[in-house]
């Protein structure tokens, strides 16, 4: 009986590579964004954990006449080296090197991003109990033909509380108790105690927010990512980092943590500052704190950077 079903293998067609595009012109980034991958980190001790990370993988095409470039061999690096070796500048140079090696005639810059939440457990302030915080960490690398470079980015989320709302509280308390208690009246030590622990007595109290620490970094020839440690390095200078479990003895341990470190966005700012700048690892910074403040519908923003020749500078205050 003769088969009808054609068994001969055809060769399948690759328009990307064999037609000319429609319209002449190089093109400054080609590839893929979001791409969902699992990604390695050094933790403490070498050990190596996974986490889940949404990917950019991108090269230009500076062949004006290439209708495209090849889209599924950057998948394929990208699934090669993250999801097989920890995330370190080395592996990234590597990754980005092999993007133009198998684009060869088509690009010669290519581009990586790397986005995922890094969870670090964290001790209460006064408590026996820890909880989980989420920190989003973005890793970007570029190769310029053979120049490569690399930079960290984190955000931190703390508590600011007004100092000039602070000294209006004060004065208001200070008003308060001019009224409640008369001149020439003689005031016993409990009494005054026993005012100061009523909501009559303390009739004011300073506004605070929600604020964000927007940290990117260049880091120093030789260095891995030291995510956790710059992340300690920023609650540190900071003080009052938001918390995880929460009882009542961290929450009056947190309230003195802010009534002592009374932050305008610009102290906030100048804490990270001088903390980053006292950091041999970090080539160059710049960072932006950000105080979502619930007196005002605005933010109170500073940006800050280490100043070096050709680094940041006054880049972009909303970049």
């Not at 670090?120 to 989003?136: C, D, F, I, Q």
Request: proline share 4%; charged share 25%.
């Amino acid at each position: 009986m003769t088969s009808t079903k054609e068994n001969t293998q055809r060769a399948m067609p690759d328009v990307a590579s064999e037609a000319q595009a429609d319209r002449a012109g190089a093109l400054d980034w080609v590839g893929m964004d979001g791409i969902e991958m699992p990604v390695l980190l050094t933790g403490s001790g070498d050990h190596v954990q996974r986490t889940s990370a949404r990917v950019a993988a991108y090269v230009n095409l500076h062949r004006a006449d290439a209708r495209g470039i090849h889209m599924s061999r950057l998948y394929l690096h990208v699934d090669r080296h993250l999801s097989a070796e920890p995330l370190t500048p080395a592996s990234l140079r590597r990754l980005l090197r092999d993007f133009l090696d198998s684009h060869a005639g088509l690009s010669d810059r290519a581009s990586l991003r790397v986005r995922f939440d890094h969870f670090v457990r964290r001790a209460a302030l006064a408590s026996e109990h820890s909880g989980w915080r989420s920190y989003p960490v973005e890793i970007a690398a570029r190769m310029d033909g053979t120049e490569f470079r690399v930079e960290l980015t984190i955000e931190v989320q703390y508590s600011s509380t007004c100092p000039a709302s602070a000294a209006l509280s004060r004065q208001l308390i200070q008003d308060r108790f001019t009224t409640d208690f008369a001149d020439g009246k003689s005031v016993g030590r409990d009494e005054v105690l026993a005012w100061l622990g009523s909501e009559q007595g303390i009739v004011a109290t300073p506004h605070s927010q929600r604020s964000t620490a927007k940290v990117r970094v260049k880091l120093a020839p030789g260095f891995d990512f030291p995510i956790v440690d710059i992340i300690d390095l920023v609650e540190d200078a900071l003080q009052t980092p938001v918390q995880t479990a929460v009882k009542r003895e961290d929450e009056q341990a947190f309230a003195l943590r802010n009534g002592q470190n009374l932050m305008f966005c610009e102290d906030a700012a100048r804490r990270i500052q001088h903390a980053l700048d006292a950091d041999e690892r970090i080539a160059d910074f710049w960072l932006r704190a950000s105080h979502h403040e619930s007196l005002h519908p605005h933010d109170a923003v500073a940006v800050a950077t280490k100043g070096v020749a050709s680094g940041y500078g006054a880049a972009d205050p909303s970049a």
